[in-house]
């Protein structure tokens, strides 16, 4: 359909059905309109998965890797299978646009959402976020690059305002956006944040440079409630304000138009733009979204995408392990058997199951190796809702928990049988006055347990008759993540007998402007420290090898708040430190969705960072260990030894403030600014093989502009067929302008047999040497000679050349 057609259909609209469209119809959903055949556009959050339009465990949807983990793929083939695959199941749940990916940055290790951003560079996090747009939208799905921009932190992140640079903000916070545009995106979010005193809703930076300069023709839509005025947002670049059917346009923005304050001509911007998304994803007319992908198998996918994001920081000659030669394994940690499989927040998805680390071993070990447990001191895991392998239904008898909503006299209104005690959207029935969770639950361990309630308002909670919980708990906080997703948990504590069930009931009252979230927790005593530390000595002195996992807990590491440490929680150090002492042959799994300080890192005889996996993460990891497939990842962001070293660390606002004092030196970049070693640089990963890197060659010239390419002679001198990300970075030290030390400029993959020598070809492109000019507005590529630098990581470059660029130009 034409530009003109659309424009048409528009004009079939009165004024009242045009604003009507521009606020959503649901929490996931916008109206249709009949009179110009437009049907109703689904949205669903990403990025680990599509979880469709309902919070609800008994519709399962495929879990990826966490974000994070898929920059550290760089591999931008695979990147765009798995984003067919997040368009199959958007397909399959009748979702038009995926609100994913998050092209904000890694600016500090302590960043709540960390693991859902894909890297602390522009250049990486772009074209990561390209391949996954080019992916999903070949299939109709529509992608959204979010969260437009410099939404980088939770502290605040409401009402923070970033204060940036023009420079570090067009060459740094931008440039991932750029790069969406340039891949064909379809549409964008705004944050909830400020930049440089102007909300993201009403940010000029909507206009110029993204549907300006860029040219971006899609859809802007707002993060959930970010549309907060009414003139003020209408009259800049901001489309669609969701959720609905509330919000602050509606009536008010009919009577804004009709009083002159906003032109029309706003207004029929915004409703062309949606009618454009609608017709490209298949909901408008007659038009056809793209055929969806073939019948993928999902699972072997996302195995294969547990090894090409998982990252091996160590290897001292420990890994690959050789099962033929192992008679006893002890696999080690809570995180062995309870893995995080993906971040907490908005984006969550509830998988079919999730293969653990310990059955991904067991299997892989079955009938060759014993594999002992040992689940180590606590991990600091906060108590998890009741599930189906703890509890009954007290109704039916059936694995899970009893629904009811009751009245305000206690009369049962709606019940049902559910999978989980936690509960985002309970059925909301006529007359509802009290949400009730109730199940059976059976202690496996015996001595005094933790139980908990989420919720707002007045909450009650009882085991067996006792109150652990009674008392009201005033919502303190207007984040959606927090009052929808996950509220604050209320604890008391009882004392149970091992095998004796008990029933546990908790009601929370519904109050307006509260949600519905309710959550039931459970946890058993933590155990003996020092005694749990003792026993996993013992299993790991007597294995032939051990693997050790530890981890991040939904407490440390989640949306709606940042990190204030970068320790692993509970016992975890003590325990790998143990560990290795009595094995030099163990393995350290970390599982993580960002950086964790690693005091016990060159102690363990191997460290395998595997991120959040996703559903298949134990089988992922068995291959990994044992052979079958390397680790294929490179680390997407600088992981500091201490979290007093890293060079940029702060996310707290002071009087509403972030001033992003370091400019263009975030990652990489300030620590080389610094002149600080980190633990692990940003590229760093190690193959099964041992690569040299043997010669570079560069152009003389090059023009300004252009592209040119940087052929790197690699020699695999290992025993195994292996896979090198070959980096060229570039240094410009006599620059007339600020400058990093060094600044990635281009990669590529390679891979061949031991003993060949192969060529990587890596096009640098003409970006690569621009900077922006705030003087001139505009970008300037400075002429002269720039250091070409090839190797494996920012802090591991051992080849060197020098390309000259001619002729400065204007772009």
């Known amino acids: 359909m034409t530009d003109e057609e659309i424009a048409r259909l528009a004009e079939k609209l009165s004024l009242v059905q045009k604003v009507r469209l521009l606020t959503g119809a649901a929490t996931w959903r916008t109206h249709p309109e009949p009179a110009v055949g ?220 009709e009083s002159g304050e906003v032109p029309v001509e706003a207004v029929d911007d915004k409703v062309r733009r949606l009618l454009r998304l609608a017709e490209r994803v298949g909901a408008l007319g007659d038009s056809r979204p793209a055929p969806p992908p073939g019948s993928a198998r999902p699972r072997r996918l996302l195995r294969e995408a547990v090894a090409a994001g998982s990252v091996l920081l160590r290897n001292n000659g420990v890994l690959p392990l050789d099962a033929d030669e192992l008679r006893t394994v002890a696999v080690i940690g809570v995180h062995a058997s309870q893995p995080r499989s993906q971040g907490g927040g908005s984006a969550g998805v509830f998988p079919t199951r999730v293969v653990t680390p310990l059955e991904g071993i067991r299997a892989k070990l079955r009938g060759r190796a014993r594999v002992v447990h040992i689940p180590g001191p606590s991990a600091g895991t906060e108590p998890l809702p009741l599930d189906v392998d703890r509890c009954v239904d007290p109704r039916s008898g059936d694995r899970g928990v009893l629904l009811r909503m009751l009245d305000q006299s206690g009369r049962e209104l709606y019940a049902e049988h559910r999978l989980s005690g936690r509960l985002l959207e309970p059925a909301l029935v006529p007359g509802a006055h009290t949400v009730e969770i109730s199940a059976l639950l059976r202690p496996d361990t015996g001595g005094e347990w933790t139980f908990g309630i989420g919720g707002f308002g007045k909450l009650w909670l009882a ?81 032939d090898a051990v693997v050790v996992v530890v981890g991040t807990t939904e407490g440390s590491e989640s949306e709606g708040y940042d990190r204030i440490s970068l320790a692993l929680p509970g016992h975890q150090d003590a325990l790998v430190a143990a560990v290795a002492a009595a094995n030099p042959r163990t393995v350290a799994v970390v599982n993580t969705g960002g950086p964790v300080e690693l005091p016990w890192r060159d102690e363990a005889g191997a460290v395998l960072l595997t991120w959040f996996p996703g559903q ?114 570039l240094a410009r030290p006599a620059s007339q302008v600020e400058r990093p030390v060094r600044w990635l400029a281009g990669y590529t993959s390679v891979e061949c047999a031991p003993g060949e020598t192969v060529t990587a070809v890596v096009s640098v492109p003409g970006r690569a040497v621009r900077h922006w000019s705030p003087e001139e507005h505009g970008w300037v590529t400075e002429t002269g000679p720039y250091q070409v630098a090839a190797g494996r990581s920012a802090g591991d470059l051992p080849l060197a050349a020098v390309v000259d660029i001619e002729v400065k130009v204007r772009e």
């Open 38 to 257: 437009l049907g109703e556009l689904v949205t669903s959050d990403g990025p680990a998965g599509v979880r469709g339009q309902a919070w609800d465990e008994r519709r399962t949807s495929a879990l990826l890797p966490s974000a994070s983990a898929l920059g550290a793929m760089w591999d931008e083939t695979m990147l765009e299978r798995l984003g067919g695959l997040l368009a199959q199941e958007a397909r399959r749940k009748g979702v038009h646009v995926v609100l994913a990916p998050t092209l904000n940055l890694h600016r500090s290790p302590l960043g709540g959402r960390h693991f859902e951003c894909l890297a602390e560079d522009p250049e990486l996090a772009g074209r990561t976020g390209a391949a996954l747009i080019r992916g999903m939208q070949a299939h109709g799905v529509a992608a959204t690059a979010k969260h437009y921009v410099a939404n980088d932190s939770e502290t605040d992140r409401l009402t923070v305002d970033v204060r940036v640079g023009e420079r570090a903000l067009r060459e740094v916070y931008l440039a991932p956006f750029e790069a969406a545009v340039e891949a064909g995106v379809w549409a964008v979010m705004s944050g909830y944040n400020s930049v440089n005193g102007a909300t993201m809703t009403a940010n000029p930076l909507l206009a110029e440079p993204l549907k300006g300069e860029w040219g971006f023709d899609g859809l802007v839509v707002s993060d959930w409630g970010a549309v907060r005025t009414t003139v003020e947002t209408a009259l800049a670049a901001q489309d669609l304000a969701m959720p609905g059917p509330d919000g602050v346009w509606g009536e008010r923005l009919v009577e804004a138009v």
């Open 463 to 543: 085991v067996d008759g006792r109150t652990l919980v009674d008392d009201t708990f005033p919502r303190l906080t207007d984040d959606p993540a927090v009052v929808h997703v996950a509220p604050p948990c209320q604890y008391g504590r009882t004392h149970l007998t091992r095998g004796h069930a008990v029933h546990v009931v908790a009601r929370r009252e519904l109050a307006p402007d509260t949600g519905r979230a309710t959550v039931v927790t459970a946890a058993p005593p933590a155990p003996d420290p020092a005694a749990a530390l003792a026993e996993a000595v013992t299993a790991a002195r007597d294995a």
């Open 616 to 729: 298949e993460a134990g089988a992922g990891l068995a291959d990994m260990l044992f052979g079958q497939t390397e680790p294929g990842g490179r680390l997407p962001t600088t992981w500091g030894a201490r979290l007093d070293d890293v060079p940029v660390s702060r996310t707290h606002p002071e009087n509403g403030v972030l001033a992003y004092e370091e400019g263009l030196h975030i990652g990489h970049r300030a620590w080389l600014r610094s002149g600080r070693q980190p633990a692990y640089w940003f590229g760093h990963g190690l193959a099964y093989t041992i690569w040299e890197y043997e010669a570079i060659d560069v152009p003389r010239t090059a023009p300004a502009g252009e592209p040119f390419q940087v052929r790197v002679r690699l020699r695999n001198t290992g025993r195994r067929t292996g896979k090198e990300v070959v980096q060229v970075y």
